[in-house]
Each structure stands twice: as structure tokens, then as C-alpha cells.
């Protein structure tokens, strides 16, 4: 059975950190890349960071370019998403998803909530004083 497990969220304070972390199992993790997406309230979903865990590639939407960073720990099939200098419109539920590692070459879709196959069920984060 795949799944994607999120954990890490919370209320936290403006300009503080948090780090989530997606713990993968059912499929074979270094075949696939990973994304982590958010949703507020009202709004679309938004990717904001992917990383292939074969090679380490990372992405970033240019809304958290400079705050987030991706990685992976392929030995425990997690990634993690550590955000800097959280703000109140970092406020949303953030989810992990999974894709085929074939989405790399077609670069322009890796946001596109439709190419991934497999979600997890998403962890909280509100940065609220």
C-alpha cells in the first residue's frame, strides 16, 4: 500500500522555523520525485518545492525561494521541507505528493496538482503571534 505520512505542523510565530517531514513507503522511492504543495483556505493548491531523491535536484516556486528548503534522506524514504522566516501567509495545510520521475522532463508541469499520483493527507501549519 503506498503512502505518504506528513508531520511537523503547528502554529508557530512570525519569523520563526518549522521543519515537515513526508515518509514514504508502497513504492519505490528514488524512481519518483517528490513535491510539497499548500493550500489556504479559498485558494487553489500551490506547489512550492520538489526534489528528486535520486539525484537531489530540487525546485522552487519564486514565492518561497530564499525561506524553504527540500531535502530528502533516501535511507529513510523521507523528505523533509524546512521554511525560514515564517510569515502569516505561510498559512495553510501542507501536503506531499509523489510523481513519476519522467515529470523532470516535462518541467513546466511539476506544479500541476494532476500529474501526482500519490498524496498524503496533510499537516497544518499556521504562523499566527
Known amino acids: 500500500e503506498v503512502q505518504l505520512v506528513e508531520s511537523g505542523g503547528g502554529l508557530v510565530q512570525p519569523g520563526g522555523s518549522l521543519r515537515l517531514s513526508c515518509q514514504a513507503s508502497?513504492?519505490?522511492?528514488?524512481?519518483?520525485?517528490t513535491s510539497w504543495f499548500r493550500q489556504a483556505p479559498a485558494t487553489e493548491r500551490e506547489g512550492v518545492s520538489n526534489i528528486s531523491p535520486r539525484d537531489g535536484s530540487t525546485m522552487y516556486a519564486g514565492s518561497v525561494k530564499g525561506r524553504f528548503v527540500i531535502s530528502s534522506d533516501n535511507a529513510k524514504n523521507t523528505v523533509y521541507l524546512q521554511i525560514y522566516s515564517l510569515k502569516p501567509e505561510d498559512t495553510a495545510v501542507y501536503y506531499c505528493?509523489?510523481?513519476?520521475?519522467?515529470?523532470?522532463?516535462?518541467?513546466?508541469?511539476?506544479?500541476?496538482?494532476?500529474?501526482?499520483?500519490?498524496w498524503g493527507q496533510g499537516t497544518q501549519v499556521t504562523v499566527s503571534s
Open positions: 508502497g513504492f519505490s522511492f528514488e524512481d519518483y520525485v
Open positions: 505528493a509523489a510523481a513519476p520521475r519522467s515529470l523532470l522532463f516535462r518541467r513546466w508541469e511539476i506544479w500541476n496538482v494532476d500529474e501526482y499520483a500519490y
